[in-house]
T-cell receptor, first 109, second 116 residues
Framework: DAKTTQPTSMDCAEGRAANLPCNHS???????VYWYRQIHSQGPQYIIH???NNETNEMASLIITEDRKSSTLILPHATLRDTAVYYC??????????FGTGTRLKVLA | GAGVSQSPRYKVAKRGQDVALRCDPI?????LFWYQQALGQGPEFLTY????????KSGLPSDRFFAERPEGSVSTLKIQRTQQEDSAVYLC??????????????FGPGTRLTVT
C-alpha cells in the first residue's frame, strides 16, 4: 500500500470550505483513495473514495490529480461538528487499511 | 439500520488478567477487521476474517492475542495475561463484499482497554 503525507493539523473558520490535502506519490494503479474521519471517542467514519475521477457526495468532494499522486478532500461549508482527525488511505479495496497519523482539523466558531 | 457494536465500551484490567472484547458486525457483512489504536495514533490493523476464516493475523502483536469468529458473525478478541502496553482502543470494523465497486469498512465505537 502507498505511503501518505498529510498536514498534522489545520484550522478552518465555520462556514468556510475546508481543503485537506494528501500526498500519495507511490500509489499504484489499482489503489483507490479512501477518506475517513474520526471524531473524538468514536470509530472512524467513511467519507468518500475515488480511483481517478473527482467524486462528490453529500458529505464532501474529492479531487484527485491527474497523475494520482495527490488528492484533496473538500468540506464545502465546515461546521463545528466537522472537527475531527481526517485520514487519507490508499487501498486496493477489500483488505486492511493502513492509517497514518491523519490531519487534525479544528473548525473555529 | 444497526451499525457495528462493541462491548464492553470500557474495560479496566489488572496486569496479568485475561480480557475478552466482543464485536457484533453489521448483519450479513462477510468481512470483519480488528484494529488497535494507541493514544494519539491512527488505528493499526490486527487481524481479518472472511466469514469464519481468519485470513490474516499478521498484525497481532504477540501470541497473547487471539481472535475468533466461529459462526461467521460475532467476533471476540481475547488478550491473555494483559500488559500495560496493551492499553489502547480496540476497534472492530465490518465490510460487505457484495460485488459493488466500493468496500468501505464500517467501524464500531471501540473498546477502551486500560491495564493497571
Amino acid at each position: 500500500d502507498a505511503k501518505t503525507t498529510q498536514p498534522t493539523s489545520m484550522d478552518c473558520a465555520e462556514g468556510r470550505a475546508a481543503n485537506l490535502p494528501c500526498n500519495h506519490s507511490t500509489i499504484s494503479g489499482n489503489e483507490y483513495v479512501y477518506w475517513y474521519r474520526q471524531i473524538h471517542s468514536q470509530g472512524p467514519q467513511y467519507i468518500i473514495h475515488g480511483l481517478k475521477n473527482n467524486e462528490t457526495n453529500e458529505m464532501a468532494s474529492l479531487i484527485i490529480t491527474e497523475d494520482r499522486k495527490s488528492s484533496t478532500l473538500i468540506l464545502p461549508h465546515a461546521t463545528l461538528r466537522d472537527t475531527a482527525v481526517y485520514y487519507c488511505i490508499p487501498t486496493s479495496g477489500t483488505y486492511k487499511y493502513i492509517f497514518g497519523t491523519g490531519t487534525r482539523l479544528k473548525v473555529l466558531a | 439500520g444497526a451499525g457495528v457494536s462493541q462491548s464492553p465500551r470500557y474495560k479496566v484490567a489488572k496486569r496479568g488478567q485475561d480480557v475478552a472484547l466482543r464485536c457484533d458486525p453489521i448483519s450479513g457483512h462477510v468481512s470483519l477487521f480488528w484494529y488497535q489504536q494507541a493514544l494519539g495514533q491512527g488505528p493499526e490493523f490486527l487481524t481479518y476474517f472472511q466469514n469464519e476464516a481468519q485470513l490474516d493475523k499478521s498484525g497481532l502483536p504477540s501470541d497473547r492475542f487471539f481472535a475468533e469468529r466461529p459462526e461467521g458473525s460475532v467476533s471476540t478478541l481475547k488478550i491473555q495475561r494483559t500488559q500495560q502496553e496493551d492499553s489502547a482502543v480496540y476497534l472492530c470494523a465490518s465490510s460487505s463484499q457484495s460485488g459493488a465497486s466500493s468496500y468501505e469498512q464500517y467501524f464500531g465505537p471501540g473498546t477502551r482497554l486500560t491495564v493497571t
